[in-house]
């Protein structure tokens, strides 16, 4: 687990060097990996460090959503969910020996912003899956055609859209049983993006102040420290655009810049 923290911290600062490049105007390569802070970089004479960190709104909403209902859990990252519901695809694509397909869900916003127990809410899952691989069991059965594609819309209480691709005799089976992260089943939301609230990302601002110091010790080359927040790709309900900065306020760091990878956007703070 550690390991793949570790792989996915790598791959968001990769992706916010990446818009931090265009933003700029400065070269790919011109930031170079660093420890404490993430990357440096030299702009017009002057040393620069940046540090990444990452917000995640679902799991702030989810865990505000626990608090207000008396409910003694912390805030979840909507990747949670999702993850347990290809799981069970998984497993109901081999109960019913169907693996030539790909699957594009729309779910159940409460899923994403309720706060709630992953096991039990699995067990509600489950059915609702169950039936739409019956679903489709059942309405490729009349395919005679050697190779046909078909395509097929389900819907439910918390699966709100599933939309399936059916590609009959693409031989996936083999690819499954070797990999099954391989079949397509990929998740789209359904309604306007919400601006974050300065308070969302002013606890990070502070986590992030806490170790200014150390990191300007550590590094006396340093001419100006910045800070990079970044919103993941998984966190497609919402948005840096319309995020307000209070009147006057200040921070420790000499820029803050927000980047969000879906849709692609950078700004100051």
């Not at 993430?38 to 709104?57: A, K, L, Q, R």
């Not at 009349?142 to 059916?166: G, M």
């Given at each position: 687990?550690?390991?793949?923290?570790?792989?996915?911290?790598?791959q968001?600062?990769?992706?916010?060097?990446?818009?931090?490049s265009?933003?700029?105007e400065?070269?790919?390569?011109n930031?170079?990996k660093?420890?404490?802070?993430?990357?440096?970089?030299n702009?017009?004479?002057?040393?620069?460090?940046i540090?990444?960190?990452t917000?995640?709104?679902?799991?702030?909403?989810?865990?505000?959503d626990a608090?207000?209902?008396?409910?003694?859990?912390k805030?979840?990252?909507?990747?949670?969910i999702e993850?347990?519901?290809?799981?069970?695809?998984y497993?109901?694509?081999?109960?019913?020996?169907?693996?030539?397909?790909?699957?594009?869900i729309?779910?159940n916003?409460?899923?994403?912003?309720?706060s709630?127990?992953?096991n039990?809410?699995?067990?509600?899952?489950?059915?609702?899956?169950?039936?739409?691989?019956?679903?489709?069991?059942?309405?490729?059965?009349?395919i005679?055609?050697?190779?046909?594609?078909?395509?097929?819309?389900?819907?439910?209480?918390?699966?709100?859209?599933?939309?399936?691709?059916?590609?009959?005799?693409?031989?996936?089976?083999?690819?499954?049983?070797?990999?099954?992260?391989?079949?397509?089943?990929?998740?789209?939301?359904q309604?306007?993006?919400a601006?974050?609230?300065?308070?969302?990302?002013k606890?990070?601002?502070?986590?992030?102040?806490?170790?200014?110091?150390?990191?300007k010790?550590?590094?006396?080359?340093?001419?100006?420290?910045?800070?990079?927040?970044?919103?993941p790709?998984?966190?497609?309900?919402?948005t840096?655009?319309?995020?307000?900065?209070?009147?006057?306020?200040?921070?420790?760091?000499?820029?803050?810049?927000l980047?969000?990878?879906?849709?692609?956007f950078?700004?100051?703070?």
């Amino acid at each position: 687990m550690e390991k793949l923290n570790k792989r996915l911290q790598e791959q968001e600062e990769s992706i916010a060097r990446h818009y931090l490049s265009c933003y700029l105007e400065i070269p790919y390569d011109n930031f170079k990996k660093s420890e404490s802070p993430d990357f440096t970089t030299n702009i017009n004479g002057n040393e620069i460090g940046i540090e990444v960190t990452t917000v995640h709104p679902s799991e702030i909403v989810t865990k505000a959503d626990a608090l207000n209902n008396n409910y003694n859990r912390k805030g979840q990252n909507k990747n949670i969910i999702e993850k347990a519901i290809k799981n069970i695809c998984y497993s109901y694509m081999t109960k019913y020996n169907i693996y030539d397909i790909s699957i594009r869900i729309r779910l159940n916003t409460d899923l994403y912003f309720k706060s709630y127990n992953i096991n039990k809410k699995k067990k509600e899952i489950e059915p609702e899956i169950d039936t739409i691989f019956q679903k489709i069991k059942n309405d490729t059965s009349s395919i005679v055609e050697q190779f046909a594609f078909r395509t097929f819309t389900y819907s439910n209480k918390y699966l709100e859209s599933v939309y399936i691709q059916y590609y009959h005799n693409a031989g996936w089976k083999e690819l499954f049983e070797k990999d099954r992260s391989r079949i397509n089943i990929y998740f789209t939301f359904q309604g306007f993006l919400a601006p974050m609230p300065f308070d969302f990302i002013k606890p990070l601002i502070t986590q992030k102040e806490e170790k200014l110091q150390t990191y300007k010790e550590k590094n006396p080359n340093i001419d100006e420290m910045w800070l990079c927040i970044f919103l993941p790709d998984e966190e497609f309900g919402f948005t840096i655009k319309g995020l307000e900065c209070p009147m006057g306020y200040k921070s420790n760091y000499k820029r803050i810049i927000l980047v969000q990878g879906t849709p692609p956007f950078v700004r100051d703070l």
